[in-house]
């Protein structure tokens, strides 16, 4: 059944971002997938993980991918202030294009590597490897990240 939500919810006022849609929800789980079967003795995949970085506003990417590294599940960390190496967003329903690609002068300042904007209706991710200049990769082609050792099918994050 679908709902048409025409006011801010809690999680879009707290997070300061779009509820996530099932689109959103696919698309990430896709990422999240391909990423940890490709990678995980390289890098740690978190999802939804609070940043709080220096010289910009706390931010909540939908996936953050760090340097392999150890999660002590018994001493959690709210915030992280250690920037990841590669920030993904996925473009919502109701959110726009600018204010992601403006999001990843904030990354590139805090020292993120690389920083992908995912949009569903184009099949397409914009792979950013410095600020205002990207690789954009379609449905039909493999995604390769210039600045990190990351390569995989776009097919398998819409598919």
């Known amino acids: 059944m679908e709902t048409l939500v025409t006011s801010l919810s809690d999680y879009e006022l707290e997070r300061g971002k779009p509820m996530p849609s099932t689109v959103h929800a696919f698309i990430q789980g896709n990422l999240v997938y391909e990423l940890k ?3 995980r003795k390289e890098f740690t995949i978190l999802p939804e993980i609070n940043l ?12 953050a991918v760090y340097s392999r590294f150890e999660v002590d599940v018994r001493h959690d960390i709210i915030y992280r202030t250690d920037a990841p190496l ?15 690609i403006e999001k990843t002068d904030q990354y590139f300042a805090a020292g993120v590597q690389s920083c992908w904007i995912v949009i569903p209706g184009l099949k397409a991710i914009a792979v950013y490897h410095q600020p205002g200049t ?3 990769f379609t449905e039909a ?3 390769k990240d210039r600045n990190l050792p990351i390569e995989l099918p776009v097919s398998t994050v819409f598919g």
Do not use: H, K
């Not at 709080?52 to 996936?63: H, I, K, W």
């Not at 590669?86 to 992601?100: A, C, M, V």
């Open 37 to 39: 079967d490709r990678y």
């Open 52 to 63: 709080n970085l220096p010289g910009g506003r706390p931010t909540v990417p939908d996936l």
């Open 86 to 100: 590669i920030t993904i967003e996925i473009l919502s329903p109701r959110q726009n294009l600018q204010d992601l």
């Open 134 to 136: 990207y690789d954009f």
């Open 141 to 143: 082609s493999a995604l």
